[in-house]
């Protein structure tokens, strides 16, 4: 499910935007919003994946507003002036939407929107990755542990200061990753076999973080750890 927010302060256009977004059976409307500082609120005290705003706005413009964020979501820009377009896009906007629009045009830009956010099959050893504003190339042998957190995953990498956050759910991303190098150790975790150096009492140690081994994963965890084993 994607969370998204609807920002116009025009009300039946609006009006009309929400009403879209309801007939979208993976969007998910956290909020309606006819000023940026109402939809600051809103993306300051939950995930939010995708902004649906107006251009030009009184106060802030959706242009502005978006270049404010700290943590981008994604953006469809929504106008009734298309000389905004370059500039929409100068932003990595995912679409931009003419106004008036119908409803297939505003399907074809979340769609973009929900393919940004979906993993690509591993190839070659590699997977991009989309997480907030960024589409990131990973190395399957760069990445340490993945947390599930229920939409989403918490992917650490080596190198990389924060951990990557794409909206996948923890059980497709195990069905796309190589079983002879991933596995599965507890409901909320999957391990990089090839960068486990320690293990103490059922937990996988990577520096500072400890992962437990649950117990529907432990026979095959230990199976895997004493075939290893120095004899």
């Excluded at 009184?58 to 298309?82: C, H, M, Q, W």
């Excluded at 340490?144 to 229920?150: F, L, Q």
């Amino acid at each position: 499910m994607i969370n998204c927010i609807a920002i116009d302060d025009e009300p039946l256009a609006l009006a009309q935007l929400t009403g879209y977004v309801s007939r979208v059976s993976f969007l998910n409307l956290v909020a309606s919003c006819q000023d940026t500082f109402e939809a600051m609120k809103q993306i300051s005290s939950q995930r939010i994946d995708l902004l649906f705003i107006d251009i030009n706005m009184p106060d802030l413009n959706g242009l502005d507003f978006v270049r404010s964020l700290v943590e981008k979501p994604l953006v469809i820009f929504t106008t009734a002036y298309s000389e905004y377009a370059v500039e929409g896009f100068k932003v990595d906007a995912v679409d931009y939407l003419l106004k008036p629009f119908g409803f297939q045009d505003f399907l074809k830009a979340v769609d973009k929107a929900r393919k940004w956010m979906e993993y690509a099959v591993p190839q070659n050893g590699t997977i991009f990755v989309k997480s907030d504003s960024r589409v990131v190339l990973v190395n399957l042998s760069d990445i340490k542990y993945i947390e599930g957190m229920s939409e989403y995953v918490r992917i650490y990498v080596e190198g990389e200061d924060k951990p990557l956050m794409p909206l996948i759910s923890i059980k497709k991303l195990e069905e796309s990753l190589p079983s002879s190098q991933f596995m599965r150790v507890h409901r909320s975790y999957i391990v990089n076999l090839r960068k486990i150096t320690e293990v103490s009492r059922l937990r996988i140690i990577f520096g500072s973080a400890y992962i437990p081994v649950g117990e529907n994963y432990k026979d095959k965890f230990m199976e895997f750890i004493n075939s290893r084993m120095m004899k």
